[in-house]
């Protein structure tokens, strides 16, 4: 258990409710991957500036160049917002809960998935690598894993997008994910 991860969920925890474990996002893959996507953009826009071209392709080369390098502006931005969201965000396992606390700033804003609800078959929890994904059963063949801009453990609540919940970049996912399974059971 992750002592900063339970200062943070104890207080919102309910009466005769018990943290079974907590924890917080911990790989770095998904930040590695963004940084190598801004980098290798970046050096396409500066390769375009460099090249030495006849003047009717540098023209084009220039506006292209500019395109990218705006569209590296938007990456580390949203690089920014997405490693925000990763270090403000805190999980936690109850014996009638999974809780997520997180926020731009700081960790204020809290989403907690009853587990009856996966008793219930409501939603339903499966586990993909490093990650915990509770969801509401679907039709829907495309699903985005993750919205740029948004908190990448909980889906935006607009109209049309299935409830979702994620616990992402776990340490030992296996654990958690048979912890969740057993709290379930024990509530049958």
Not at 21 to 40: C, E, K, N, Q, V
Not at 117 to 132: G, H, T
Not at 138 to 151: A, I
Request: net charge positive; proline share 5%; hydrophobic share 55%.
């Amino acid at each position: 258990m992750d002592p900063e991860a339970a200062a943070v969920i104890t207080p919102h925890l309910l009466a005769r409710e018990v943290l079974l474990w907590s924890g917080r996002p911990r790989d770095t893959t998904a930040l590695r991957w963004r940084a190598a996507a801004i980098i290798l953009v970046a050096a396409a826009a500066l390769a375009l500036r460099a090249l030495p071209l006849d003047p009717t392709l540098a023209v084009v080369a220039n506006g292209n160049s500019i395109l990218l390098a705006i569209v590296v502006v938007i990456l580390i931005a949203e690089a920014v917002v997405f490693h925000t969201y990763f270090a403000n965000t805190f999980y936690g396992v109850t014996n009638q809960r999974v809780i997520i606390v997180s926020g731009l700033r700081r960790p204020e804003a809290v989403a907690a998935v009853l587990l009856d609800r996966l008793n219930a078959a409501q939603l339903r929890l499966q586990r993909v690598d490093r990650d915990i994904e509770l969801r509401a059963p679907s039709d829907q063949v495309f699903q985005l894993r993750y919205l740029p801009f948004t908190n990448p453990s909980v889906r935006p609540d607009w109209n049309g997008w299935i409830e979702c919940y994620r616990l992402i970049a776990l340490e030992n996912a296996v654990r958690v994910y048979d912890l969740i399974v057993e709290a379930t059971n024990k509530l049958k």
